[in-house]
Each structure stands twice: as C-alpha cells, then as structure tokens.
C-alpha cells in the first residue's frame, strides 16, 4: 500500500483543491453567473455525454489498465499495444456514431416537453462523449504506469478553473451562451491535448504501428473483455448518472439545476474513495495477473475502513453545514429545497465508500463476465426506481433511486467477491467507525450556534476536526490513519 498511500495523497490533496474551485463554481459563480435554465441545460449535456460514451468507449479503458502490465516489457511492445487501444477507440467511435442516429429521436423524444433545450445541443453532446472516451483511455494510461496524480490533477483541478473562467467571460457579456457551451466542450479537448503533450515530453508515450504483431488469441481475449466490461461500465454510469437527465426530462431545466448544486454537495464525501480507488485499480490489476489474493484481501479491508472513517468526517462537515452553505449563497433561497438532496446523496457516497473497492476487485477478476449481469439489472432497477419516484416525489425522489440503487449495487457486489473470493471488507472496526462518527455529529448538532452563517460555519467545522480527530485518535479504528495523524498526536502528547 506504499506507492497507493504517497499517490493517494497527493491526488487528495489535489481532489480537495479542485472541490474547492467547485464548491466555489456551484455554490457562488454559477447561481451568480447564470441562469437556473442555463445552469440545468450545462449540466444535463455533461451527464448525457457521460452516459453516451461508455457506448462509444466500448471497454476500452479498462482494457488498458488490465491488459498494460502484460505488455509493459519494453517501448515496442507497450507501443504496439496502447496504438491498437487508440485505433481501436477510433473506429468504435465511429461505429458507436453511426448508430445512435439510428435512436437518437426516441431518446430526445423525452426531452421534448420539458428541456427541449437539450435537444438542439445534438452534436455538442456528441463531440463531447468522443472526446471523453480519448480522455477515459489516456487517464486509464497514466493509472497503469502507477501515476493518478497528472490525470486528477487535469481533471478536478484545471478544467474546474477553466469553467470559472468562462462562467465570468459569459457573465460580462463577452461571449453568448452558446459560445460559452462551444468553449465549455473545448475545455476537454485541451485536456486530453494537454495529457498526451505530457506523456510526449515524460518519453511515455510510443507509437508502433506494427499492431498486426499481436497474436490474435490476445485480440479475440480482449475484445471478449471489452463486451462485457462495457455493459458494466454503462450499468455503472446509469446508476450514477441518470438522474440528473431524468429529473431534466421530468421536472425541467430549472430543477435540474437544483438538483446538480445539492448532488454537488453530496458527492464532495466520495472524495477520499476517487484518490484511494485510482491507485488501487493499478495495485489490483498487478495482483491478479501475480495470483496475490492476500493483496487483494488487504487492500479490500483497508480501502473500506479507511474510506467510511474518511467520507464520514466529510459527510458531517457537509451536513451540519447546509444552513450556512444556502445561507451565503446567492439566491440560495431558490436553491435551498435541495438540503435532503444533499443528506440523501451524501449517504449513499458514504455507503459506497464502505464497501470498499469492490468493483476494482470484480473487474480486474477472472469472474468480470459476471459484472454485466447485475450491473444491467440494476440500471433497469435505476430507471425504474426513477420512472416511479420523480413524478411522485420531485427531487426528492430522484434521490432516494440513487441511494436505493448505489446500495444495491454495493450489497449485490459484496456477496458476490464473498461467494467467489472467499472474503469480505468489513471488521469490528467498521461498526467502531460508523459509532463514533454517530457520536461525533449527535454532539457538534446540539451545542449553541452563532446567527452569523461565516461564523457559524467556521466554529461547526473547527469543532468537527477537534472532536472527530480525538475520537479516532483515542480508538484507533484504522491503522493507516493513525499512523498519519500519530504526528499530531505526538506533539500534544495525546
């Protein structure tokens, strides 16, 4: 865990640089900058090309992480492997292109009502979802070569700040809105520009045409990896995504924005688990094709303890800060029916972060056929719980099929690695975990509280640190995180 803690640390550190510029972006900028219309429409562009290029991806990061270690003997050969992944991206692109014209008008049909809207950005949408396969396939690179922090960096850090900058050029009336949307989608493509230029400059990067090199039992393995690790990959996107397209489509524009800031607020817990996650793919992918499973079972348990003590801190620090958070906000009363959305999504970010790495493990396992199975199942289950509770519920709704779903998803996993792997992430010390962190909100929610919301704020959170800190100080549910807070503990002679 030694190369996961030192990358995992700085991509933290970078992840909570880039949660600020976002909480910056979603909480002032953008309710100040533009519009709810405006806000809805950009934000449901970005989640349907999420969802699209799983489709268009067809696998093909995830190849690349599983498949890299087998090929990483040399610059040839890594060359010729990582040129077919991005030949290979191309025409599945292509292909992916030509046949959602196909489908397209029932899709959009949807939208018709409600965010038509949408609709007209049909080839934004679609520019975007090729562009994040390439950027999918890239990071999945750096990940394989044990290197998160340049990907994330990218990622939560730069194209956060170029979607400042543009919200404030907008905002003066320098360009119009659909210029502002042309750019918005031109940020991603300088990403993957820039990614590429730096793995050019490091001597990472090799090209080598001779592709017709690779035996063709690897292709034929391959390719029978990228059919299946696609359908988990849209499963998994669906569940995490869809939501926000729904609510666009059965609630409109304007409540979509609500819900994007307030599922903003609930994924800022999920954090910890992006930084710890991308290092332990890599780690997984090594162990299994080294037949390590005490590895495996090691990095589960720890990933999962450490994850829920580190998304529970979170999660109360958001929480017993959303008064003050709508308070300071501009218009934050419009906004403000998105505070249960928060509570509710931040739950089920906490949940997922519980279980642990399971999806890396299933993935990476001679058992990933299985992962399309209950990953389609629980996309209808998404679709369904969403189709069901929305009109009924509104926003509300649209969450609670989002926590139901992420739990399932989670519990379905758990047993699976248990039934064929023959172990499990949690411990004692998960109960411990979840107690203290209990013990820690139920004590900062009840002691007196100043009007002033900065303030008030300041005092909540401070004491949050003081009072969470000392609890896994004194109890010691995680070993790692004792060991990085021992520090502290030394100087104060805890």
């Not at 959602?100 to 038509?116: G, H, R, S, T, V």
């Not at 495996?296 to 003050?324: A, H, M, P, R, T």
Request: glycine share 6%; charged share 15%; hydrophobic share 55%.
């Amino acid at each position: 865990m030694g190369v996961i803690i030192k990358q995992s640390a700085y991509a933290s550190i970078i992840n909570y640089i880039g949660v600020a510029i976002g909480a910056v972006n979603m909480i002032f900028l953008f309710p100040e900058f533009l519009s709810k219309e405006e806000l809805g429409l950009t934000k449901a562009m970005i989640s349907m090309a999420v969802i699209l290029s799983p489709f268009a991806q067809v696998g093909l990061a995830r190849s690349t992480l599983r498949y890299f270690p087998r090929f990483n003997k040399g610059p040839n050969s890594s060359g010729r492997f990582f040129t077919f992944v991005l030949i290979m991206a191309f025409f599945t692109i292509t292909l992916f292109i030509g046949f959602f014209q196909l489908i397209d008008q029932w899709i959009f049909e949807f939208f018709e009502k409600n965010a038509p809207e949408l609709i007209h950005q049909y080839w934004l949408i679609i520019i975007l979802a090729a562009i994040m396969v390439y950027i999918s396939i890239f990071e999945a690179y750096f990940k394989a070569q044990l290197n998160v922090v340049i990907p994330t960096f990218i990622r939560e850090f730069l194209l956060r700040i170029l979607s400042s900058l543009l919200a404030f050029i907008y905002f003066l009336d320098v360009i119009s809105f659909e210029w502002f949307l042309r750019f918005s989608i031109a940020t991603y493509a300088f990403s993957l520009l820039l990614m590429i230029l730096i793995l050019l400059f490091k001597g990472q990067l090799r090209f080598d045409f001779s592709i017709f090199h690779l035996k063709k039992s690897f292709i034929k393995e391959m390719m029978k990896y990228m059919v299946f690790i696609m359908a988990g990959a849209v499963g998994s996107v669906i569940v995490l995504q869809i939501d926000q397209l729904m609510v666009t489509g059965f609630l409109g524009l304007k409540e979509n924005a609500v819900y994007v800031i307030a599922f903003f607020m609930g994924t800022v817990i999920e954090i910890p688990r992006r930084s710890i996650s991308q290092m332990s793919d890599a780690i997984i992918a090594n162990a299994f094709e080294n037949e390590r499973l005490d590895e495996i079972k090691k990095i589960y348990k720890q990933s999962s303890i450490n994850q829920l003590i580190l998304g529970s801190f979170v999660f109360i620090l958001v929480v017993i800060n959303l008064d003050n958070i709508y308070a300071i906000m501009p218009s934050g009363d419009d906004y403000s029916s998105g505070k249960l959305i928060v509570i509710i999504i931040g739950l089920s970010k906490l949940i997922n972060m519980g279980f642990g790495v399971n999806s890396e493990i299933i993935i990476s396992s001679k058992h990933y056929k299985s992962n399309i199975y209950f990953v389609l199942i629980l996309a209808t289950l998404t679709i369904g719980l969403n189709v069901i509770l929305i009109p009924k519920y509104g926003l509300t709704g649209a969450a609670l099929a989002t926590f139901a779903s992420v739990f399932l998803f989670n519990l379905i996993k758990m047993i699976y690695i248990y039934y064929k792997l023959q172990f499990h992430p949690f411990s004692i010390h998960t109960l411990s975990a979840v107690l203290l962190s209990g013990l820690c909100f139920f004590i900062v929610s009840i002691v007196p509280q100043f009007s002033n919301p900065i303030l008030n704020g300041a005092y909540l959170s401070i004491l949050t640190v003081m009072i969470f800190g000392l609890l896994m100080l004194f109890f010691k549910p995680s070993k790692e995180i004792t060991k990085i807070i021992q520090p502290i503990r030394d100087k104060f002679n805890l």
